[in-house]
């Protein structure tokens, strides 16, 4: 059982470059999301998604795009990446019905802008 | 809006006694939930324990126990007879609501709990 599996678990980007942070989820869950965790913070929300075909803007979209084409990928894209994005990024997922249901993280993506 | 405050950056248990880490929330909605997630240094997210607003009775899971005082707005996590393993940065969460938008998590500064031998 694979969980959240996110792609690649380490980056290093020149200021500008754009790439695309990958996530998979194996449990048919319904709602996905993107974090960002920076030191001495906790967890902020990017973009999230209820369903293949919606998505909808969290805390810190800008510079972040994303699309749910399918109910296990949702991906992150860095249009053109910048020192300031520099963090460890995280992809959760859970069931959308019941308000109880913790969110299952992967296993992060530390990426490093220069 | 909402918010969750965790004051201690920083705590000292010894090994084998019980520790208690705060968490505050602000919400003006009738219905949330509470998380509380675990991350040692491999820097994974673990879920601990959930208490929901409308539960009566503080939620527990093995050593783990939520100490939930609704009208303080408090949700306090006590970790019983502490092991080496807890080491560990804790976040308490909120979810509000029950509608799609609500799955969102809100999350706090989280505290460092270091357990001494």
């Known amino acids: 059982n694979a969980g959240v599996t996110q792609t690649p678990k380490f980056q290093v980007l020149k200021t500008g470059q754009s790439m695309t942070l990958q996530c998979a989820q194996d449990m048919n869950h319904e709602y996905m999301s993107w974090y960002r965790q920076d030191p001495g913070m906790g967890l902020r929300l990017i973009h999230y998604s209820v369903g293949a075909g919606i998505t909808d803007q969290g805390e810190v979209p800008n510079g972040y795009n994303v699309s749910r084409s399918t109910t296990e990928d949702f991906p992150l894209r860095l249009l053109s990446a910048a020192p300031s994005q520099t963090s460890v990024y995280f992809c959760?997922?859970?069931?959308?019905?019941?308000?109880?249901?913790?969110?299952?993280f992967g296993d992060g993506t530390r990426l490093s802008i220069l | 809006a909402q918010k969750i405050t965790q004051t201690q950056p920083g705590m000292f248990v010894q090994e084998k006694e019980a520790v208690t880490l705060d968490c505050t929330y602000d919400?003006?909605?009738?219905?949330?939930?509470l998380f509380w997630y675990k991350q040692p240094s491999s820097g994974e997210m673990i879920f601990l324990i959930y208490q929901g607003s409308y539960d009566e009775q503080n939620a527990t899971e093995g050593r783990y126990s939520l100490n939930f005082q609704k009208a303080r707005k408090s949700a306090n996590l006590v970790i019983s007879a502490s092991q080496l393993g807890d080491s560990a940065m804790y976040f308490c969460?909120?979810?509000?609501?029950?509608?799609?938008?609500?799955?969102?998590?809100?999350f706090g500064s989280g505290t460092r709990l270091l357990v001494r031998p």
């Open positions: 969460a909120m979810r509000e609501g029950q509608m799609d938008s609500s799955y969102k998590l809100i």
């Open positions: 919400t003006s909605d009738q219905s949330y939930g």
């Open positions: 959760a997922s859970s069931f959308s019905r019941g308000s109880n249901q913790p969110q299952h």
